[in-house]
């Protein structure tokens, strides 16, 4: 499973799927816990598990898009290199849509032997419409199984736990705890301390849980 992830998500799709899937299921066990009285295990572990379910499938459905707007982009760009009348208007075009990315890290010269590699990569790419691909049906299902699973840990506790109120703060903590994993995880991928990371991302998903509740979501 986990080397179907790899091969599908990158490292920030994989870190941002988790992490709002986590703060969603504390949002909802959050509002929840305002109206104690009105629910209990069963109906916390549909609610919890179906607004995950829905984001899951509103979230890889919007993955496949995203894939596709990517490659119309870089088809835009292949055919704009493609009919340019000098190569000083290739030159820009590809300036366009690169310089505001690796201006800082590279000299203008730099940038003149890149983005002339680059058009001539372009010159000889297929120029066709952009089309749907099984690869991005295959993420976007990654996406959407990647939300699934990381939370069932969190609804757990409503299927082992006879007291609601006992579920909701086990489920809470797991979700918490959850969220400093993935935390330490997104450190250590950066280079950065892993117990920092991860105590910041956990804080920040308790402040967004707090406002979500606040506002009534």
Known sequence: MRAFFQSHLDPT??????VFSLIMSLGFIGACRLELSE??????????????????????VTYVFAALFERGLRGRLIRNVAGASTEEQALQHVADEFDERIESMTTAEERKRLYTAMIEMARRAPKGPTKLRGRDIVGG????LLIVISTLPVIAPF??????????RVASAIALALLFIVGCWWG??????????????????????????????
């Not at 299902?141 to 959407?144: F, T």
């Open 188 to 217: 250590h991928m950066v280079g950065a301390n892993p117990w920092k990371i991860g105590s910041i991302v956990t804080g920040i998903g308790i402040v967004l849980v707090c406002i979500t509740v606040a506002l009534g979501g």
């Open 141 to 144: 299902l990654a996406v959407s």
């Open 159 to 168: 299927a082992l736990i006879h007291s609601p109120l006992v579920a909701m």
């Open 39 to 60: 629910a209990d295990n069963h109906a916390m572990l549909i609610g919890v598990f179906g607004c995950n379910l829905a984001w899951a499938l509103v979230d890889g």
């Open 13 to 18: 799709d994989r870190l941002g799927e988790a």
